[in-house]
């Protein structure tokens, strides 16, 4: 069995400053690991993925992510939050068979 | 490249009324589909899967049900909706084999149920 915890359900930055998007999973296996951004009304975006290569992983908006598998974490980050990554993020795990588990999301809002 | 679709954008009906929403891929052959659906304040949910024409496989026991009568046509219906139908419906699609287990969703559905 898999699992994906978002430690966060809102995060609050103001614009120009980093952002932090923390995630935790379990799995029985090397996992797949992604990140989706929602918009409001919108369907998911993917900003990148974790399959076993590179640790730390570049996306798209000038995300990236770390896959600790030491501390079972998937961190989300940006060095400069902009008014439009106000969103909903999702951290998702991906099963051998690709089934998706996805954490509860995200809330990002961003300050002028 | 490819595309999904999906429709209708919104929906509004009454309890106890039928629903159809309809997803197609273009632009591939032989997709992996999937149906999700998000309730207010909560992630997605898995409801259906196929991997190929007529074979589906239900995730959620409900009172919905999906169809897939074309390689990349899949249908989620519903006899009778109940107000816990409410939600944003996702769509998806991986392509079937290979080494990617990457999702790519739709624009979704937001189902009202009154």
């Known amino acids: 069995a898999q699992s994906v915890t978002q430690l966060d359900s809102h995060v609050s930055v103001s614009e120009g400053t980093p952002v932090l998007l923390r995630c935790n999973y379990s799995?029985?296996?090397?996992?797949?690991l992604f990140w989706y951004v929602q918009h409001p009304n919108k369907g998911l975006q993917l900003l990148l993925k974790y399959t076993s290569a590179a640790t730390l992983v570049k996306g798209i908006n000038g995300f990236e992510a770390e896959f600790k598998k030491s501390e079972t974490s998937f961190h989300l980050t940006k060095p400069s939050a902009h008014m439009s990554d106000a969103a909903e993020y999702f951290c998702v795990v991906s099963d051998l068979w690709g089934k998706l588990t996805f954490g509860q999301g995200t809330i990002l809002t961003v300050h002028p | 490249s490819q595309t999904i679709h999906q429709w209708p954008a919104t929906l509004v009906q009454p309890v106890g009324s039928p629903l159809s929403l309809e997803c197609t891929v273009e632009?591939?052959?032989?997709?992996?589909l999937y149906w999700y659906r998000q309730a207010a304040g909560r992630g997605l949910q898995l409801l259906f899967y196929s991997v190929g024409i007529g074979q589906i496989s239900s995730e959620v026991p409900q009172n919905l049900s999906a169809s897939r009568p074309q390689d990349r046509q899949f249908i989620l219906s519903s006899k009778k909706l109940l107000l816990s139908d409410s939600g944003f419906y996702l769509c998806?699609?991986?392509?079937?084999?290979?080494?990617?287990?990457?999702?790519?969703f739709g624009p979704g559905t937001r189902l009202t149920v009154l």
């Open positions: 632009g591939t052959s032989n997709p992996n």
């Open positions: 998806a699609w991986k392509p079937s084999g290979g080494n990617t287990d990457t999702q790519y």
């Open positions: 799995s029985s296996y090397s996992p797949s």
